[in-house]
């Protein structure tokens, strides 16, 4: 039976994170996931937020939430499952390897919005486990925006195969994911450079500070060390945002976005954008200055 627990203002995200990170005994992982929804009803976005959040991740402000914004007003609520005593995978370390997100229509700023969210498909993984966390967002009865988030958590083991997304596994380093999550039904067409963009040692921090996203990989050179990183690492979500935000003018009002983080993006570091329209949307990519190395692939679909 789900448990569904409702929530009369957005939870503080960086006091959740503080609970969540503490070290406690959880439930063996090999009993599941807590079958719960967190949820948040009337919910709306103050300018300013939104504001610092375009500036750091570069989109344009206008009355119109960013789609990858939803997916910070649903990262409180992803915390409160994180912080139940019967969720038995610790965010510690935990790494963002792919994120699916349809809008529906956009959602706007001064919109009276229902947030939801729920973890589901748990699963191996040669690393450790996966599992996705599902949030939407709703306007009244109309759904105007879904989004699926699959992490890696490298601290668990489950028995059994791993993974079948894993299928890009070229035995590297540890900063090889080798997951396969996003839907790139497609292969991605010729790309032509767009840009390099520069990412400071500090991006981690100024994402989280918009974001709530306060994961000590992101922020700690040490913590990022001890999960096998050489430096910090930027958040995925920043990378998802600041490609997004780059495409922004071309895209429809209805449109999925497939993400696959392919390798953390080390900070600070140079990344290489570049850009294609597919028959049906655009493709994207961050890569090293050389394109020798894919971090990230992004491909939109018109809805």
């Known amino acids: 039976m789900v448990h569904v627990v409702e929530r009369d203002t957005m939870p503080r995200a960086v006091g959740l994170y503080a609970r969540a990170l503490s070290p406690r005994p959880r439930p063996d992982v090999a009993k599941g996931l807590p079958d719960r929804v967190v949820r948040l009803v009337g919910h709306r976005s103050a300018v300013a937020d939104v504001a610092a959040y375009d500036a750091v991740c570069g989109f344009v402000l206008t009355d119109r939430?960013?789609?990858?914004?939803?997916?910070?007003?649903?990262?409180?609520?992803?915390?409160?499952?994180?912080?139940?005593?019967?969720?038995p995978?610790?965010?510690?370390?935990?790494?963002?390897?792919?994120?699916?997100?349809?809008q529906h229509r956009p959602a706007l700023v001064n919109e009276a919005l229902a947030l939801s969210v729920h973890a589901e498909n748990l699963r191996p993984h040669r690393r450790g486990v996966l599992f996705d966390i599902v949030g939407e967002a709703s306007a009244g009865s109309e759904l105007v925006w879904e989004g699926r988030s699959t992490y890696l958590n490298r601290s668990a083991k489950l028995p059994g195969e791993a993974d079948s997304g894993a299928a890009h596994q070229r035995g590297g380093s540890d900063t090889d994911i080798g997951v396969r999550t996003a839907p790139l039904d497609a292969e991605v067409p010729v790309l032509r450079p767009a840009g390099l963009w520069r990412l400071p040692a500090d991006l981690g921090r100024r994402y989280a500070a918009v974001s709530g996203?306060?994961?000590?990989i992101h922020l700690n050179p040490l913590v990022a060390r001890a999960f096998g990183f050489p430096r910090m690492i930027a958040h995925g979500m920043w990378t998802h945002a600041r490609t997004l935000a780059a495409l922004q003018p071309r895209l429809p009002d209805a449109f999925q976005v497939g993400v696959q983080f392919s390798k953390p993006v080390l900070l600070p570091s140079t990344v290489r954008f570049a850009a294609g329209e597919t028959e049906d949307g655009y493709a994207a990519q961050l890569t090293d200055r050389r394109a020798e190395k894919v971090f990230v692939t992004l491909t939109t679909t018109r809805r």
Not at 73 to 78: A, D, K, N, R
Not at 93 to 100: A, D, I, K, L, R
Not at 213 to 216: K, M, T
């Open 65 to 87: 939430l960013p789609a990858t914004w939803l997916h910070v007003l649903t990262f409180p609520l992803q915390l409160e499952l994180f912080c139940a005593s019967d969720f």
């Open 89 to 102: 995978v610790a965010p510690t370390g935990m790494v963002h390897v792919g994120n699916t997100i349809t």
């Open 213 to 216: 996203d306060v994961n000590p």
